[in-house]
């Protein structure tokens, strides 16, 4: 029998998928404090004078950080603890050359009884710490048991703190060489199941989770991408921009000299179709690019069922597995309404959903039934 490709399995079960437009994050201070808002300002008293002060402090710290909602530094008040660390080669001004991160550990977790570790990768306009409130990730980890690792992009690495998923070469090589090391770096400092290891990310970071399931397969037992843009898409910002709109096509060739035969991860990805940032065309092309890339010779993927889900009053979803064995292997959920946001994030963080079903839960469901497929 002639053996369908990854490409027309997803295409039969998914239909066409309309273009989406996009547009790109470019908040300054000069866009929050314009000339005519501190006019408005003067003529309505000392009370709004204070409270456009507060405006600018914040329009500041969002300059000067990179972060559009700083949170605090993590704390868990329901058990376990969160560490942070800085890990790299120390090479005086190399912007490549350190990276900070900070990793929540459940309590119980020890040499004795050690759990699995999952690699967050925030979004662009993110930190580690303000990516943990919008994922909310000391509760649901502790609750799942996941020792969690969260590298930190610098300023230096990129002004917008975005993961350079879109640099495959040189840059991005280096980038995911540093983020693997920090990756052996916590397995060797925490009780963690070594051949548990899984990586998942918000745009820009989620994208560079899968750029790492393509540089290391045989490192991660599965990994995910929410609301990230397809990899090896890009190899530019200039493209980057027209690959988030849907407009480019993932390389195929250049992700098959990356496995060098081995098979791809388990993946998951979870995107909204109005998201107008990065297009739900990117979700479907990297899951048909996953299906193509399972070497000749394996059995493929057997596509399931479509399902609709929906949980109390949360943002209805549409499910679709491909399975391997006992396991899905490739895992596609729509959020119907999401925009470009953690489906289940935090109020008052900026790129959250407070109404989507928790995206956190949603991974860690897939990952812990998700071994390695070799």
Request: with cysteine; hydrophobic share 45%; proline share 7%.
């Amino acid at each position: 029998m002639k053996r369908r490709t990854g490409g027309t399995r997803l295409l039969a079960t998914l239909g066409k998928q309309a273009a989406r437009s996009a547009r790109r994050l470019q908040r300054t201070v000069a866009q929050t404090v314009t000339d005519p808002v501190l006019r408005v300002a003067r003529q309505q008293g000392q009370a709004v004078s204070k409270a456009m002060g507060r405006a600018v402090g914040k329009a500041a710290r969002q300059a000067f950080t990179g972060v559009v909602t700083p949170a605090p530094t993590p704390v868990s008040k329901g058990g376990g603890i969160w560490e942070e660390g800085l890990w790299g080669f120390s090479l005086g001004i190399g912007s490549m050359a350190q990276r900070r991160y900070r990793v929540f550990v459940p309590p119980g977790v020890s040499a004795a009884r050690p759990a699995p570790l999952l690699v967050l990768l925030h979004g662009c306009g993110q930190d580690a710490a303000s990516f943990a409130a919008c994922a909310r990730v000391a509760t649901v980890a502790r609750d799942a048991r996941w020792v969690v690792l969260m590298p930190e992009q610098s300023l230096q690495g990129n002004a917008q703190r975005c993961w350079n998923w879109f640099r495959p070469a040189e840059r991005g090589a280096s980038e995911a060489a540093l983020l693997m090391s920090m990756v052996d770096h916590a397995c060797r400092r925490y009780a963690v199941l070594a051949d548990r290891v899984c990586a998942f990310g918000l745009s820009a970071g989620g994208a560079m989770a899968l750029m790492l399931g393509l540089r290391y397969p045989d490192r991660f037992a599965a990994v995910g991408s929410h609301s990230g843009a397809a990899p090896l898409s890009a190899s530019n910002a200039s493209q980057a921009s027209r690959a988030m709109r849907g407009e480019r096509a993932p390389d195929i060739d250049a992700a098959r000299l990356l496995l060098a035969g081995r098979r791809p991860p388990p993946l998951l990805l979870v995107h909204g179709d109005e998201d107008a940032m990065v297009s739900y065309d990117n979700a479907t092309a990297t899951a048909a690019m996953w299906l193509d890339l399972v070497p000749h010779g394996v059995h493929a993927p057997a596509p399931l069922p479509p399902k609709h889900v929906r949980r109390g009053t949360r943002r209805e979803m549409d499910v679709l597995d491909w399975q391997s064995g006992a396991r899905p292997y490739l895992r596609l959920v729509k959020v119907e309404g999401l925009r470009h946001a953690w489906s289940g994030g935090a109020p008052g963080q900026a790129f959250a959903d407070p109404a989507g079903p928790d995206a956190l839960k949603i991974a860690l469901r897939f990952f812990s039934v998700n071994g390695r497929h070799d």
